[in-house]
């Protein structure tokens, strides 16, 4: 199970490190950031592309959730409760982000482009849900990834230890959780959302 999650992990971190980039583009301009997902749709939104990360996501999560019930440590060290903990956020968060991607292509039946994922945060009072949401998204991924490398990494790279190397991979988590906010905020100005993506409109 552990190595399922392993090689898992790295699949779905291709999807998501291209999906954040693609979130950084915000910063320059929307049109970059919505021409670029539109080239990566290509990739990910293949019906085979797409089932094998929805479906690796699911048994993620399952995996996920065994390993840490199975788990006997008594005193675990600050990585491994950073990779616990970071990893239920993601449990939780997947579950949210994945519902309201769906709800809103197959139900809503809009483009869940960009102003779809930044409606939220670019409203008030929603946006006091949205930034804490996405922030900390963000920032797990990293955290976890950051955990998983001290755990495994056992020597110096770079003349770096690795308590070193997990501060800096955790670091950049937090500079692109703040690019990405700032990018979706039209640099925390906030942006006018297409009325089509207005939470009341979408509930009508
Ligand atoms: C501010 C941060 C984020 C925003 C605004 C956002 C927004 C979006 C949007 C709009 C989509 C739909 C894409 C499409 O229709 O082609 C999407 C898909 C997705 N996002 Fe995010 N996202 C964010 C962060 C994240 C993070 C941190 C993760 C993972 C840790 C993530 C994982 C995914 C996944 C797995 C999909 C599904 C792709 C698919 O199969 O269609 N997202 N996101």
Redesign the pocket.
């Known amino acids: 199970m552990r190595k399922l999650h392993r090689f898992l992990g790295v699949t779905i971190s291709v999807?998501?490190i291209l999906?954040?980039i693609n979130?950084i583009l915000s910063v320059f301009s929307v049109e970059m950031h919505i021409q670029t997902?539109n080239t990566l749709?290509k990739i990910?939104?293949n019906p085979l592309v797409?089932s094998v990360?929805?479906l690796g996501?699911l048994s993620q999560i399952f995996s996920g959730i065994k390993m840490i019930m199975l788990s006997k440590a008594t005193k675990p060290s600050f990585f491994e409760l950073t990779q616990k903990w970071s990893g239920i956020y993601?449990v939780f968060?997947f579950c949210v982000?994945?519902s309201a991607?769906f709800v809103g292509r197959y139900i809503f039946q809009i483009d869940?482009?960009?102003y779809?994922?930044?409606a939220g945060l670019n409203s008030f009072p929603q946006n006091l849900f949205f930034i804490p949401y996405?922030g900390l998204?963000?920032i797990s991924?990293f955290a976890h990834v950051a955990s998983v490398h001290h755990i495994k990494m056992k020597h110096h790279l770079f003349g770096l230890a690795t308590a070193l190397q997990s501060k800096l991979i955790l670091s950049v988590g937090i500079i692109v959780s703040f690019l990405?906010l700032y990018g979706?905020t039209n640099g925390f100005k906030g942006f006018k959302v297409p009325s089509e993506y207005n939470f009341k409109n979408l509930l009508k």
């Open positions: 999807f998501i999906h954040l979130h997902m749709r990910y939104r797409e990360l929805i996501i993601m968060f982000h994945l991607i869940t482009n960009f779809f994922g930044v996405y998204a963000i991924f990405i979706s």
